[in-house]
Nanobody, 116 residues
Framework: QIQLVESGGGQVQPGGSIRLSCLSS????????MGWYRQPPGKPRELVAA???????AYANSVKGRATISRDNAKNTVNLQLDSLKIEDTAVYFC??????????WGQGTQVTVSS
């Protein structure tokens, strides 16, 4: 069973940046797809960015040009850099691991609040 632990959340001013990290208990090179999702207050969870084991990346339109997802295989970590933060980026951010079969695994989430 995979365990995911997110870190890096906090309160940031509009226009600022934040870097979130997701530590996996499993070797991430064996995980088909890892992603970052977010759930704004009162809204459903949505994909922010995802990266596959072979490197393919995908981004939500709302963060394109502002977000970078990356893998550090040596540290079994997937990072999300989010720049030019907006109020609407406020959400709980979740890490996700998809083996391509069976149930997906979620982290406990980390809160990101963008406010002045």
């Amino acid at each position: 069973q995979i365990q995911l632990v997110e870190s890096g959340g906090g309160q940031v001013q509009p226009g600022g940046s934040i870097r979130l990290s997701c530590l996996s208990s499993r070797n991430i090179t064996t995980i088909y797809n890892m992603g970052w999702y977010r759930q704004p207050p009162g809204k459903p969870r949505e994909l922010v960015a995802a990266i596959r084991s072979h490197g393919y990346q995908a981004y939500a339109n709302s963060v394109k040009g502002r977000a970078t997802i990356s893998r550090d295989n040596a540290k079994n970590t997937v990072n999300l850099q989010l720049d030019s933060l907006k109020i609407e980026d406020t959400a709980v951010y979740f890490c996700n691991a998809d083996l391509g079969r069976g149930p997906q695994t979620w982290g406990q989430g980390t809160q990101v609040t963008v406010s002045s």
